[in-house]
């Protein structure tokens, strides 16, 4: 749903019903949701509930006990519809063997409730740094990620071509991720313009790291497990870029859809391919 904030144009000025209208006619499934505003959490999955739409719950605990309030409220708004909850660690821990009380604490307290919990790759976050994230993964092995790879790209600035040993990173990365965030990055940008013909060759790094990561998934996913793919291009003030007259350079919805579809695309290929 942030996606859907000041979109370009007139469609920025679609009420809530009317973005989850859009979103329903669009052909996604679902929608992510913020539940740190319980009151904008009701309205949002009563909405997409008419639409008989999915949701998943963004939560950012700063503490093992903040996550018990968002899966109290994903208990009041109907868990038969909330697809996982996918962690932000709004902490930010100089060490990893700090982190780790945190982590099996959240893991705990989402098994404990009976829901599935991701925890995302983001900067300004526990997770902010790929080599930090990578000796968490390996320090906890029950972590399940969301991967955000955009941030990585842009936070440890990859060149590219990517070399060989960034990509082994990212490979590291994707075998544990069980969700995936629709976002291109460059070294430079932390969102960039899918639909301009110069950054192909970066939609098609990612396009690339989606695909392997959808084909690990499917590996170790059980068979009635969902693979979940967001895309998320942010607003002006977080991540679109806007040109001198202070409008978006691209439009975001358009490459939101052109992302689903490429998510899909890749998503027939690997099943096609890991058949019987």
């Not at 929608?31 to 939560?59: M, P, Y």
């Not at 821990?93 to 790759?121: K, N, S």
């Not at 955009?150 to 936070?155: D, E, I, L, R």
Request: proline share 5%; hydrophobic share 40%; with cysteine.
């Amino acid at each position: 749903m942030w996606g859907m904030e000041e979109l370009p144009g007139p469609r920025g000025e679609w009420t809530l019903a009317q973005q989850v209208e859009a979103i329903k006619a669009a052909g996604f499934d679902g929608a992510a949701v913020e539940f740190d505003d319980a009151s904008v959490a009701r309205s949002t999955t009563g909405l997409l509930s008419e639409q008989d739409l999915k949701w998943f719950a963004a939560a950012y605990p700063q503490t093992v006990d903040d996550l018990k309030e968002t899966i109290e409220l994903v208990h009041e708004l109907g868990p038969e519809r909330c697809d996982h909850i996918n962690l932000q660690p709004n902490i930010r821990p100089h060490t990893v063997l700090e982190c780790i009380p945190y982590v099996l604490g959240w893991i705990r307290v989402a098994e404990d409730a009976g829901l599935t919990m991701y925890i995302e790759t983001h900067r300004d976050r526990m997770t902010t740094d790929l080599l930090f994230t990578l000796q968490l993964i390996d320090a906890v092995p029950d972590i399940k990620l969301t991967a955000d790879l955009s941030h990585f790209v842009v936070g440890r600035e990859f060149r590219w071509p990517i070399s060989s040993e960034n990509d082994e990173l990212i490979q590291r990365v994707l075998d544990r991720s069980w969700a995936f965030h629709g976002r291109v990055a460059s070294r430079e940008q932390v969102q960039i313009q899918t639909s301009f013909a110069h950054h192909g060759g970066w939609l098609g790094v990612f396009l690339a790291w989606w695909e392997r990561g959808f084909a690990s998934w499917l590996q170790r996913a059980r068979q009635d497990a969902s693979l979940v793919f967001t895309p998320e291009l942010g607003p002006p003030e977080w991540y679109a870029m806007t040109g001198p007259d202070g409008r978006e350079m691209s439009d975001r919805w358009e490459e939101a859809l052109q992302l689903k579809e490429h998510a899909r695309a890749i998503w027939a290929r690997v099943a096609s391919a890991q058949e019987p």
